[in-house]
């Protein structure tokens, strides 16, 4: 049985996917999986995107102020930092103050070790996930016989942002990454990449052909699916007319044009 199984939800209330643009997606598409009735409410960033090239303060200040204020308006029944960088830095914090359920974005290192044959492991995220001690600790415990190279990868987060709102995708963004993988002594003996920012899966494709050569690419979105599922087992749900999206920065067609495929009807601003 789940964690708060035994608490009375409302059967409309929302879970809350948080990040700063469309890379919560990559968890939303598998939530939709195991929770098809869900109510969800899509949290997005706009005004603060990217959070890769901000401080740690600054993001910690933006993600627990805005998780605050969506938490007082919205009464969610959980909330999920589908954000590597907001989560690495300030999930910690999110769940000091806040009473929700808060689940956390993990860089994939774990099962990408279980995982290598070569035991060279690439890592993809933003400058700000790619220096965190919570990386380091994931590297300590769950990769100390491989080797992870680290690569920010901040071009990627625009791209994928292209890519939803149906711009062209500019591939010398793309090859530029992959040469900053491959350029390092034993990046050519890389057979799996971590993808640790959730923008990174929606490129996948354009990665994998980049990369060439059996190459796997691992992400936490699956597990984080499950871990919600999880938390409000034999909760019921009513999803009612339709989710909504809620941003930062006034709203534009391009942007619900993004997240209609999604499921997503309204896009209002906080
Ligand atoms: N999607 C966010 C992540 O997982 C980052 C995008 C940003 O830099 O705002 O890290």
Known sequence: MGHFANQAVDPAAPIVLFDTGV??????AELRKVLPEAPVIYAADYAGLPYGTKTEAEVAARVCGLLGRMSERYHPRAICIACNTASTIALGM?????????????PAIKPAAEMTQT???GLLGTAATVRQGYVDELERQFASDKLLIRHAAPELVEQAERKLRGDTIDSAAIAATVAGLRDHTRGMEIDTVVLACTHFPLLEDELRAAMGGGVRFVHGAEGIARRIAYLTEGQEFARGDGDRVVVT????????????????DRIEQL
């Open 23 to 28: 890379g919560g997606l990559t968890v939303l």
């Open 94 to 106: 999110v769940r000091e103050v806040l009473e929700v359920p808060v689940i956390g974005t993990v």
């Open 119 to 121: 035991g060279v492991i």
């Open 249 to 264: 920065a006034p709203p534009d067609q391009a942007m619900l044009d993004a997240f209609r495929p999604y499921g997503f």
